[in-house]
């Protein structure tokens, strides 16, 4: 069983900066790939980034790519995304996943556990 909790969500003003966290807990194996999406008002859950079992690599959607950046920390079971430049477009409930099967994806259906969702706010 895997539980997965996000956090560091909040209200920014454009061109601020949020860090956010997720923690995972239970057997999650030796491997596995985390990623983040978010779901905006109105539009379908997108993804945001993935991260491989080591860090090895990252993608990131092209919306985001020079403004986040995913990391994790293997030792605390989290995987971070620091957002800086947030645009008013960014505003979404943001949600971190667990791919126990592979390293990683782009593809929602791949992942086993998701978490609960932090809000990102991003006001003009």
């Known amino acids: 069983h895997v539980q997965l909790q996000a956090y560091g969500g909040g209200l920014v003003q454009a061109g601020g900066s949020l860090r956010l966290s997720c923690a995972a807990s239970g057997r999650t194996g030796s491997t596995y790939g985390m990623g983040w999406f978010r779901q905006a008002p109105g539009k379908e859950r997108e993804f945001v980034a993935t991260i491989s079992w080591n860090g090895g690599w990252t993608y990131y959607t092209d919306s985001v790519k020079g403004r986040f950046t995913i990391s994790r920390d293997n030792v605390k079971n989290t995987v971070y995304l620091q957002m800086n430049s947030l645009k008013p477009e960014d505003t979404a409930v943001y949600y971190c996943?667990?791919?126990?099967?592979?390293?990683?994806?782009?593809?929602?259906?791949?992942?086993?556990?998701w978490g609960q969702g932090t809000q990102v706010t991003v006001s003009s």
């Open positions: 996943a667990a791919d126990l099967e592979r390293s990683g994806s782009m593809w929602s259906t791949d992942y086993d556990y």
